[in-house]
């Protein structure tokens, strides 16, 4: 049988993660179409037909006449919206409401960039620019800064629980954490608050499946700007669970 | 007479309340304007961090609706829209219509805000002069407007077949990438013109003549501060003419609000 949702990926995709755990928190049933970037899948003209901004993700809800929405944070707020009946991840106070909002729109305007753009300067920019990875990793602080002050006062972003607020924030937050701060950089100690709520999250079932998912989805393309291996070449040397989720990609494709 | 029922808190070097001044006057509303002195860091005070803890501009309080805070310029758009445009006339009722709207509220938010203020940051702002980041973000800009420019290709407007929140949020971050971003001999009639329409269309509507106008008489040279590389205290200190006249209009109004 056939999912009702179709969400189209990449490995190497930060934005995807927290549909999925949605999805996984409410029980849904999704297709999974990953797009080869090295191909460039995600700029034909038929995916553009979908999404004109020629990015991922991108959702298509069958149960739904096929419709399709992009934009993550539009995508998760259409979920939610649709299928958390019992608004578990959702507010129902007109505030509150408000709230979420405002944290959804900082997650996507604020953290995705920001971080996004210490990423690009740190890994993928045709020369290094010192001054630039500082201005970004600087912005990761100061945003850092942000949620800890506002998390000192309370635990969850809104409506005193776990919304699908928190849940966009987990990813670039975690990412950052690992790969774009200095080593010897303590979130604990610097930001204790933000910690606390970031490892609580950490902490849900959904998010250490999508994390392990991640993992098993990715074959090293996480990792690729680092090695500087392509797609393709990864794809040729790649063994065991690398291998495996190559060889399960390639069977489903089939 | 009854005072507004909404208070605006900006700073006139800001881009992102330009559309909410823009909505407040389509729907007729009236509002308070509290300018922030960003050379004194009014936006850094515990006091407006309690109202805004990201510390930046806008934030919009509705007196109207027990001094409720809002602040991230689109969600104030879309709280400031969904409560006062009973008539919908710029939003639309359509449930797919409403996703598309989001969409297009968080692109603006995520691509255009973001993208079009780091091209800004890297020309005029940052610590030293870096070529190859300019000409990502340029490169990104008119990676964008080909993205506005195929969609609008299709279509008028945005969403709903007619100018609702989505097509205004637009407006400002656009006008200033083709002012002072791009190069001066980018032609965007010739390389988007569908894109170039549809913002023509937009900044004849009177509301945007007249917020462009008010941002102009409100400026008193901020906006082009990081040209001149005046300090805004400098600027207060030397303004003459229209410049002049606006700072006595904030210092007057400073003094009517501390007395009200």
């Given at each position: ?17 927290k549909l999925v755990v949605l999805m996984e928190e409410l029980g849904l049933e999704y297709n ?14 038929e995916y553009r037909k979908l999404n004109p901004n020629g990015r991922i993700p991108t959702l ?195």
């Amino acid at each position: 049988m056939s999912a009702p949702l179709t969400l189209y990926l990449a490995e190497s995709g930060l934005n995807w993660f927290k549909l999925v755990v949605l999805m996984e928190e409410l029980g849904l049933e999704y297709n999974e179409v990953i797009l080869d970037f090295a191909k460039e899948e995600h700029k034909t003209e038929e995916y553009r037909k979908l999404n004109p901004n020629g990015r991922i993700p991108t959702l298509v809800d069958h149960s739904n006449n096929d419709e399709v929405i992009w934009e993550s944070n539009a995508i998760l707020k259409y979920i939610a919206e649709r299928y958390d009946t019992e608004k578990k991840l959702l507010v129902t106070d007109e505030k509150e409401k408000a709230n979420l909002d405002t944290w959804l729109f900082y997650q996507a305007s604020h953290q995705g960039p920001t971080f996004g753009n210490c990423q690009w300067f740190m890994f993928y920019h045709t020369e290094k620019l010192p001054s630039a990875v500082l201005r970004f990793q600087g912005e990761i602080k100061r945003i850092f800064g942000v949620l800890n002050d506002v998390l000192s006062k309370k635990k969850w972003l809104v409506g005193n629980k776990c919304t699908i607020a928190d849940l966009a924030f987990v990813k670039y937050n975690d990412y950052a954490i690992h790969h774009l701060l200095p080593t010897d950089f303590n979130v604990e100690r610097e930001f204790p608050h933000l910690a606390a709520w970031h490892n609580a999250l950490m902490d849900r079932p959904t998010i250490k499946y999508a994390f392990q998912h991640m993992d098993e989805l990715d074959v090293g393309r996480e990792r690729q700007h680092v090695t500087g291996v392509t797609h393709s070449e990864f794809a040729r040397n790649a063994t065991g669970v690398a291998r495996r989720g190559i060889a399960a990609e390639a069977a489903k494709a089939g």
